[in-house]
T-cell receptor, first 110, second 114 residues
Framework: EDQVTQSPEALRLQEGESSSLNCSYT??????LFWYRQDPGKGPEFLFT???AGEEKEKERLKATLTKKESFLHITAPKPEDSATYLCAVQPTGFQKLVFGTGTRLLVSP | DAGVTQSPTHLIKTRGQHVTLRCSPISGHKSVSWYQQVLGQGPQFIFQ???????GRGNFPDRFSARQFPNYSSELNVNALLLGDSALYLC?????????????FGEGSWLTVV
């Protein structure tokens, strides 16, 4: 069964304190791994898609990396506006659906 | 370009009633998927439609149905509503059949069943 586990469930950082979020996955075959940001009461906002182990993508203070078993979302010098829930999802080969984890709630304090 | 648009944004229904939720994909996107997100959980896949045909179905009861129209917009229908159907319903669109392309989500429709 395809499964995604995200850790930690919640993370509290001071502004400027860098950290990483983890996404572990088991999937029969990986078509893509997706990262989204979700603000309270809103739909998920697309951040990155990674397709193969070793791939890295960056956007502003965020950097996503991928191995054969997990992905990391690195947040460098976060700001309060980075506070949100970060969702990880895998798209299994041969399927169109996304299988999501339960997310990491990030709170960045000034 | 407009993003994925969903309507209504909020609605309240009574147990046993029927609800229809609507989604317009991003212009040029032919694939539409529906997800249910319960508070504190990640979205759960319900359906995917591509070129007006159902291409995938998640583990949801037959009370849930959907369709896609010639203009690629989509409707999600839920019959005989239960309290447990209260959730954020998300629509997602992508350019091709979901492979190797970005999948964008709308802001969702909040359904409360009382």
């Amino acid at each position: 069964e395809d499964q995604v586990t995200q850790s930690p469930e919640a993370l509290r950082l001071q502004e400027g304190e860098s950290s990483s979020l983890n996404c572990s996955y088991t999937v029969s075959g990986l078509r893509g791994l997706f990262w989204y940001r979700q603000d309270p009461g809103k739909g998920p906002e697309f951040l990155f898609t990674l397709y193969s182990a070793g791939e890295e993508k960056e956007k502003e203070r965020l950097k996503a990396t991928l191995t054969k078993k997990e992905s990391f979302l690195h947040i460098t010098a976060p700001k309060p506006e980075d506070s949100a829930t970060y969702l990880c999802a895998v798209q299994p080969t041969g399927f169109q659906k996304l299988v999501f984890g339960t997310g990491t709630r990030l709170l960045v304090s000034p | 370009d407009a993003g994925v648009t969903q309507s209504p944004t909020h609605l309240i229904k009574t147990r046993g009633q029927h609800v229809t939720l609507r989604c317009s994909p991003i212009s040029g996107h032919k694939s539409v998927s529906w997800y249910q997100q319960v508070l504190g959980q990640g979205p759960q896949f319900i359906f995917q439609y591509y070129e007006k045909e159902e291409r995938g179905r998640g583990n949801f009861p037959d009370r849930f149905s959907a369709r896609q129209f010639p203009n690629y917009s989509s409707e999600l229908n839920v019959n005989a509503l239960l309290l447990g159907d209260s959730a954020l319903y998300l629509c997602a669109s992508s350019r091709v059949d979901g492979s190797g392309n970005t999948i964008y989500f709308g802001e969702g429709s909040w359904l409360t069943v009382v």
